[in-house]
């Protein structure tokens, strides 16, 4: 069984700044892209940013400069700094995994999601 685990949500004032990150577990063999995505009430979930086993990095316009995504390739995790926040940036956040399990099937994985709140 695959897992993933985010952490790092909360409520943060305009301006201010938020690091999340996401845990793996479970059988693994090789985890390819990594990534963030976010969904507002009333919105479609969306990719705010990911990131491929080689560091190859991809970002939603919305947040390019304010945030960045990290990954540790030896733990199978993934941060996201998040700096100069907006209450637009108000949304739960979802990791997301390519994940290849030790007996061969590839997957797509989520976590549960983290709630992050930008308000005065």
């Known amino acids: 069984q695959v897992q993933l685990v985010e952490s790092g949500g909360g409520l943060v004032q305009p301006g201010g700044s938020l690091r999340l990150s996401c845990a793996t577990s479970g059988s693994i063999f090789r985890v390819n892209v990594m990534g963030w995505y976010r969904q507002a009430p009333g919105k479609q979930r969306e990719l705010v940013a990911s990131i491929t086993s080689d560091g190859s990095t991809k970002y939603a316009d919305s947040v390019k400069g304010r945030f960045t995504i990290y990954r540790n390739n030896a733990e199978n995790t993934v941060d996201l700094q998040m700096n100069s926040l907006k209450p637009e940036d108000t949304a739960v956040y979802y990791c997301?995994?390519?994940?290849?399990?030790?007996?061969?099937?590839?997957?797509?994985?989520w976590g549960p999601g983290t709630q992050v709140t930008v308000s005065s």
């Open positions: 997301n995994a390519d994940i290849i399990r030790r007996y061969g099937s590839q997957n797509w994985y």
